[in-house]
């Protein structure tokens, strides 16, 4: 008898040390499959793409110039004053970069999960429950990449970008919307029905008023910069208003550090639920 | 590889238990290669809990399972790279064309693009869909979901083909052109295995089959011999006024055996006619009597005491 593999089949690949700890079998290599498989299914949805795009650009025109006129100037994170669009344009940036992620990977992996079934579609392949967190988490970091870029070139338009370390701005976008992702879909993975998603708008959106996006922190009380201090988009408008301004100190590490670890919980969750989800 | 049993599906004492129900209470199975094996049963019986194991998407709580002489507890991946899988439900991806749903899924097996291009003009050929293949999925009928969902499953070649009610849902011109293709893929030596609670289909297509209920397998055979063991030749169908309607125990001693249904009885003997003709000599009038072949329904009649589709 002949060997019964199919010709131009790859045999699975080795699995890297730091995924190790996920589930066993489940993964692949190949969640770059279900990228493509977005960025396909993408030609036909392209107006989200535009919407996404112009939601912070007009929270900037409507709060950075138009109240932005009445405010005037303020300390910026150096101490050196800014314009009001300038200290807000990078929580608007942090802001969208949470917003695309969450959004993608809480309502969009939802409704594959529980009603379009494509992830058991998937699993009927080879791919496993990491190949499937993976592509959608990294598809959600591509959208938010996107994004991420349409508004620092809308930034740069308007003058706001003042340093060029401006530029790490990007990156970093991308890692805020990487474990906003990675949380979503373990988040999701707990998800009973569509009710339990007025928790998510729940946490987002007084992160999104609260959590520095429109006024520095010695607003609050001291107790109340505790709290304010903990919260995920707080670390991710430091890291992008110290960029944006040219303000870079080593303590910026720290927030980047917090989405690290953000990104390494929410994979590993979101690969063991998927795997008690759908391999039962 | 002197070692590779023809066996391409084989378990022993297979267990499934979700919390405390226990959907699969210990089976035995082997399916050959090259035949088309069926699980035929009624909902609840442990057949999509079966399937699921053996296409490695479950894991067996108890008992010894191989399929293509690998473990799905270990080897999962490599097992499914091989298998092709048509589930209960269509999970077609609504956000991708007839021919994407082909394309994009053979590359979750690691198919070269070309390959894929390839493989999918083809299959839309074999399920009747080239005219189709740039439209989206959503407006498709029934029928022709389930027939992009068959090709989608062939889109690796697969040695081994697992569908879970294929034609359930579907009107009776639709399920003939469904069977039509499955008796074509048998031809091309694809093993096949079914599950199903229609008895013509079980009837149609499968070489050999199980009938399962409530967890366990209760017979095996092919269609024929399972008839042959458990039913008679002909079976006499009488339905009658509830008023003249009569006790079972006034039909037995004309036939061998009598089933007792809400609305019929069931007369099994081996000349229907012969039974029919006592049946006026003893001055019974049904409203209706239709002499009939033996089916697979009413083996599983006689083994479970209930109907298959209520």
């Known amino acids: ?280 | 590889m002197p070692n590779v049993s023809d066996a391409l599906v084989q378990a022993r004492g297979l267990r499934k238990r979700f919390g405390s129900f226990e959907a699969v209470r210990g089976i035995d199975v082997d399916v050959a290669r090259g035949e088309v094996f069926g699980f035929l049963g009624p909902n609840g019986a442990g057949k999509s809990s079966t399937m699921r194991m053996i296409a490695c998407v479950s894991p067996r709580t108890e008992g010894s399972l191989q399929v293509l002489g690998m473990d799905p507890g270990s080897d999962g991946p490599r097992i499914r790279a091989r298998i092709g899988v048509v589930p209960q439900l269509d999970n077609l991806d609504a956000e991708l064309s007839v021919r994407e749903n082909l394309e994009i899924y053979g590359r979750y097996f690691g198919l070269s693009r070309r390959h894929v291009r390839a493989k999918a003009a083809e299959l839309l050929e074999f399920a009747q869909l080239a005219e189709r293949a740039g439209d989206p999925v959503e407006p498709l009928s029934g029928g022709m979901k389930r027939r992009l969902t068959i090709a989608r499953s062939l889109v690796n070649d697969p040695e081994l083909l697992l569908l879970d009610e294929p034609t359930t849902g579907l009107d009776p011109q639709a399920r003939h052109l469904l069977w039509d293709r499955l008796y074509r893929l048998k031809r091309d030596g694809v093993t096949q295995i079914i599950t199903t609670h229609y008895m013509d289909e079980a009837e149609q297509l499968c070489d050999r089959l199980v009938v399962m209920d409530g967890g366990v397998i209760v017979a095996e055979g092919s269609p024929t011999e399972l008839i042959e063991r458990y039913s008679t030749r002909e079976v006499l169908e009488l339905r009658f006024t509830p008023e003249a309607r009569p006790e079972a125990g006034v039909l037995e001693p004309l036939v061998d055996r009598v089933e007792e249904l809400p609305d019929r009885f069931l007369l099994y003997t081996a000349d229907g006619e012969r039974a029919q003709a006592e049946l006026a000599r003893a001055g019974l009038t049904p409203l209706s009597a239709l002499v009939r072949r033996s089916s697979l329904e009413d083996v599983f009649l006689r083994l479970t005491g209930r109907t298959l589709v209520d």
């Open chain 1, 1 to 280: 008898m002949t060997s019964p593999t199919t010709p131009g089949m790859p045999a699975p690949p080795q699995v890297p040390p730091i995924l190790r700890m996920l589930p066993a079998g489940g993964y692949a290599g190949r969640s770059r499959m279900l990228l493509l498989r977005s960025a396909t299914a993408s030609r036909r949805t392209w107006m989200a793409f535009v919407s996404g795009f112009f939601e912070p650009v007009f929270y900037l025109i409507a709060m950075g110039q138009g109240l932005g006129s009445l405010v005037g100037e303020l300390p910026g994170p150096g101490g050196e004053m800014i314009s009001y669009a300038a200290f807000i344009a990078p929580g608007l940036l942090a802001a969208s970069a949470m917003n695309g992620a969450v959004f993608d990977s809480t309502y969009n992996v939802f409704f594959k999960l529980k009603y379009a079934r494509l992830y058991d579609a998937m699993l009927a392949t080879p791919l496993g429950p990491v190949d499937i967190a993976l592509g959608e988490i990294g598809w959600a970091l591509i959208r938010g990449g996107l994004y991420a870029t349409g508004f620092l070139s809308v930034m740069a338009a308007f003058g706001l970008l003042t340093s060029p370390w401006a530029l790490l701005a990007l990156p970093a976008a991308l890692v805020v919307a990487f474990a906003f992702a990675a949380i979503g879909m373990a988040a999701t993975s707990f998800m009973r029905s569509w009710q339990d998603f007025d928790l998510v708008t729940l946490a987002i959106l007084p992160m999104f008023l609260f959590a520095t996006t429109f006024y520095p922190l010695s607003v609050y009380p001291r107790w109340l910069q505790l709290v304010v201090g903990c919260l995920p988009l707080f670390h991710a408008v430091e890291l992008m208003r110290a960029l944006t301004t040219g303000a870079v100190h080593l303590g910026l590490l720290g927030h980047l550090a917090y989405f690290l670890v953000m990104i390494a919980l929410g994979i590993t969750v979101a690969a063991r639920r998927l795997d008690v989800l759908l391999l039962k």
